[in-house]
């Protein structure tokens, strides 16, 4: 019925049907409070639409605004999940997203048009606190937003920073809140974590060491489910962050004779870097390896079916992916963007130390970059909530996120059984049904959370 309910809303922002009838047409498919869908306009390139409760109840005072750092959100789960709970939701792309296909775009741009965003639902009659959810990579977008919206220009001109921010990012208007719902450890940390330290020659994803192989047999992998030793492990790794700091210095170098007038362009140059594509399970020894980033370092709340909380230190229940090597395809493999593009979106410093284990990661400089959450949290005050999904790997994200979080007021949980999604995994299950309706038991937590009295709803919500 939710996916029923969705294809009605897209119908009427596309002008298929009015907005009316999805009122109509998604009550009388499963008696879902009525919603009303209106396409909004951000700018140039920048499509949003808004879903709010046909009758604006209490919880309609508060919007909350959803973007990605490149993915089409405009028919995202939270639009009309958080919608049918009661609250306005502004879901928009930015001017990088196409089609549910990711492209290349700098993120300094992103971050000024989710200010376009902000800005709107301010000025939005009833709209009394705005609160950013950001999911995935929209983690970085939400979190890079309200760090430079709270601590102006001079928050991402700070010295420690591979990336100065434009002086387009000054007088961003602050959220009154974030949510992370399973936001990874950044743009940044993802990129680094794609990175085939293989590679041996930067014009070619075809010359490979095969000691730094994770695919082969001899060096731990196994199709259903590998287990690396710790010495291939420690290597794997400590060629992993050489490599990532030798391609951000021939970035800079690549970028100081561009400013100079030397480059091969007056305005930017093509980095084109061979197995380091940071979508999906790419060249991560932890996606293959369930034993890494495997459980949590404290004991926290987590969400089992039907919303049933204990307080535990929380396994991942995830299987096992990604079984063949994309590196030596340019299309699938190599992260194909620009000099400029990979300074602010892709880069963050790392330590001789740098590696992750079986419960979290180390030696990366979290502030060394403004597109990484754990780094943004901490220049962060308003309230946070974070949230990882157990069906997944990106869900040890959100205690390292959580223990660097500035806030007073902020909030870590998990989801037994969740995907990255936040639907249920069923390939996870030891029994159908073992993790209920995650995507139900996901909103209720948020919705619960956005409306605790004093927090941005009013006292009688």
């Given at each position: 019925m939710r996916k029923q309910r969705l294809k009605i809303a897209l119908l009427a922002v596309a002008g298929l049907i009015g907005t009316g009838a999805v009122a109509g047409q998604a009550a009388a498919q499963d008696a879902a409070p009525a919603i009303r869908t209106t396409f909004v306009h951000l700018g140039k390139g920048v499509p949003a639409v808004l879903y709010e409760p046909a009758i604006p109840g209490p919880r309609s005072g508060t919007a909350v605004f959803v973007m990605h750092s490149a993915a089409d959100y405009l028919s995202f789960s939270a639009c009309t999940e958080l919608s049918q709970r009661g609250y306005r939701v502004l879901c928009a792309n930015n001017s990088t997203s196409k089609s549910g296909v990711s492209n290349d775009g700098m993120l300094d741009q992103v971050l000024v048009e989710a200010g376009g965003g902000v800005a709107w639902l301010r000025k939005t009659p009833g709209v009394e606190h705005v609160v950013l959810l950001g999911h995935s990579g929209g983690g970085t977008v939400m979190s890079a937003y309200q760090f430079v919206a709270e601590g102006g220009l001079k928050a991402c001109h700070a010295a420690q920073l591979i990336w100065k921010c434009p002086d387009t990012l000054a007088h961003l208007p602050p959220a009154d809140g974030v949510m992370l719902i399973d936001s990874n450890w950044g743009l940044a940390a993802m990129t680094l974590f794609s990175i085939d330290p293989a590679v041996k020659d930067e014009a070619s994803g075809m010359d490979l060491d095969p000691r730094l192989d994770m695919y082969a047999p001899a060096n731990g992998f196994n199709a259903t489910g590998s287990h690396y030793p710790a010495s291939f492990t420690r290597e794997f790794l400590k060629a992993e962050g050489a490599r990532s700091n030798a391609l951000i210095a021939s970035a800079r170098r690549q970028f100081a004779a561009i400013e100079a007038g030397k480059g091969p362009y007056e305005d930017d140059a093509p980095f084109v870097v061979p197995g380091a594509i940071l979508l999906g399970s790419n060249n991560k020894l932890f996606s293959q390896d369930v034993g890494l980033m495997a459980h949590t370092r404290q004991a926290w709340p987590l969400l089992h079916a039907n919303g049933r909380p204990t307080i535990e230190v929380v396994p991942t229940v995830r299987v096992p992916e990604n079984v063949r090597s994309q590196t030596p395809s340019l299309m699938r493999g190599a992260l194909k963007t620009t000099v400029r593009n990979y300074l602010n979106?892709?880069?963050?410093?790392?330590?001789?130390?740098f590696g992750y284990?079986?419960?979290?990661?180390?030696?990366?400089?979290?502030?060394?970059?403004?597109?990484?959450?754990?780094?943004?949290?901490?220049?962060?005050?308003?309230?946070?909530?974070?949230?990882?999904?157990?069906?997944?790997?990106?869900?040890?994200?959100?205690?390292?996120?959580?223990?660097?979080?500035?806030?007073?007021?902020?909030?870590?949980?998990?989801?037994?059984?969740?995907?990255?999604?936040?639907?249920?995994?069923?390939?996870?299950?030891?029994?159908?049904?073992?993790f209920g309706d995650t995507?139900?038991?996901?909103?209720?937590?948020?919705?619960?959370?956005?409306?605790?009295?004093?927090?941005?709803?009013?006292?009688?919500?």
């Open positions: 979106n892709y880069a963050i410093r790392t330590g001789p130390d284990d079986a419960t979290s990661v180390h030696g990366v400089d979290w502030t060394s970059t403004y597109a990484s959450p754990p780094g943004n949290v901490q220049g962060i005050t308003a309230p946070l909530l974070v949230m990882g999904m157990t069906g997944h790997w990106e869900y040890l994200a959100a205690e390292t996120i959580y223990d660097l979080a500035r806030s007073q007021d902020k909030t870590l949980t998990f989801v037994e059984g969740a995907t990255h999604m936040y639907d249920t995994c069923k390939a996870c299950e030891r029994h159908p049904g073992e995507t139900k038991t996901t909103y209720d937590h948020i919705a619960d959370w956005l409306a605790k009295p004093g927090r941005f709803a009013p006292a009688n919500d």
